[in-house]
C-alpha cells in the first residue's frame, strides 16, 4: 500500500516537499509517478521516475518547477514542489506501475497502484 504525506496549505511562491512510502515492498524495476486532480476535473499526471534509471518525465505544466526524486534507502519517491501557483492546489496521488516497465507513462490506466492522496492548497 502507498501512502502519500506533505501536502498542506502555503501560499504562492511558497513550497512543499511532497512523499510516497511503501510498507512490505520495494520499487525495484518500478515506475513511480504522481498525479494530481483539482476539484471538477480529471486527475492528470504530474511527474514521473522510472526507480531503476532514474530516468524523469513532466507535464509541461509543472517543468522547471517541481522535481521528482527518488531514495533507495528509504524506499520513498518524493516531488519537491517549487513556485507554487493557485492552479497547483489539487489533491495529489502517488501511483506505482509494476514492472516489466521501461519508461515513464502518463496515463492513469498504465498504473495499478495508489496512494490516498494528499491535499495542496495554494493561496493567492
Known amino acids: 500500500q502507498l501512502q502519500a504525506s506533505g501536502g498542506g496549505l502555503v501560499q504562492a511562491g511558497g513550497s512543499l516537499r511532497l512523499s510516497c512510502a511503501a510498507s512490505g515492498r520495494t520499487f525495484t524495476g518500478y515506475v513511480m509517478a504522481w498525479f494530481r486532480q483539482a476539484p471538477g476535473k480529471e486527475r492528470e499526471f504530474v511527474a514521473g521516475?522510472?526507480?531503476?534509471?532514474?530516468?524523469?518525465s513532466y507535464a509541461d505544466s509543472v517543468k522547471g518547477r517541481f522535481t521528482i526524486s527518488r531514495d533507495s534507502a528509504k524506499n520513498t519517491v518524493n516531488l519537491q514542489t517549487n513556485s507554487l501557483k493557485p492552479e497547483d492546489t489539487a489533491v495529489y496521488y502517488c501511483?506505482?506501475?509494476?514492472?516489466?516497465?521501461?519508461?515513464?507513462?502518463?496515463?492513469?490506466?498504465?498504473?495499478?497502484?495508489w496512494g490516498q492522496g494528499t491535499q495542496v492548497t495554494v493561496s493567492s
Open positions: 521516475i522510472t526507480w531503476s534509471g532514474g530516468t524523469t
Open positions: 501511483a506505482a506501475r509494476r514492472p516489466p516497465v521501461y519508461s515513464v507513462l502518463r496515463s492513469i490506466n498504465s498504473y495499478n497502484d
